[in-house]
């Protein structure tokens, strides 16, 4: 008897293309003549359930690794945008930086993590931001 955890290749190959392919899911399942009884019979099979939800937690971290590698960048150029000659970009570069601290300091309180990690910032750097805040704010009076 088959071990109900294993997948056909066909029902591989669905799956393959329905994470690496350029195809929507109807198209992946019209391409393999695949119809919606035996799809949602397949989406009851243990096997395919457990290698679905593997391909979406391996999807996720691919994304977290990706944002994660470019976070420091992007910080970077913010803190360059608050010197815009702009008021209105530099003002709101001053108004992104607090925001995604203060996102920050909430992440880190929600998992319950003692140590609070904050955005560094020179002396100068945030000398820059409060300046930008207290124009905008005097352009606005």
Not at 91 to 116: F, N, P, T, W, Y
Request: aromatic fraction near 4%; charged fraction near 30%; glycine fraction near 4%.
């Amino acid at each position: 008897m088959k071990d109900k955890k294993t997948l056909r290749k066909k029902q591989l190959t669905v799956i393959n293309e329905l994470f690496n392919g350029e195809c929507d899911p109807q198209q992946v399942l019209e391409k393999h003549k695949i119809g919606k009884g035996l799809y949602d019979k397949w989406q009851k099979n243990p096997g395919f359930i457990d290698e679905f939800n593997r391909r979406i937690a391996n999807a996720h971290r691919q994304g977290e690794l990706i944002i994660a590698k470019y976070t420091s960048l992007a910080a970077v150029k913010l803190v360059a945008l608050t010197e815009s000659e702009n008021q209105e970009t530099a003002r709101k570069a001053c108004l992104d930086i607090i925001s995604a601290q203060r996102m920050i300091v909430k992440e880190q309180d929600q998992a319950g993590e003692v140590e609070k990690h904050s955005l560094q910032l020179s002396a100068e750097t945030a000398s820059r931001l409060l300046a930008a805040l207290a124009q905008a704010q005097n352009q606005s009076s």
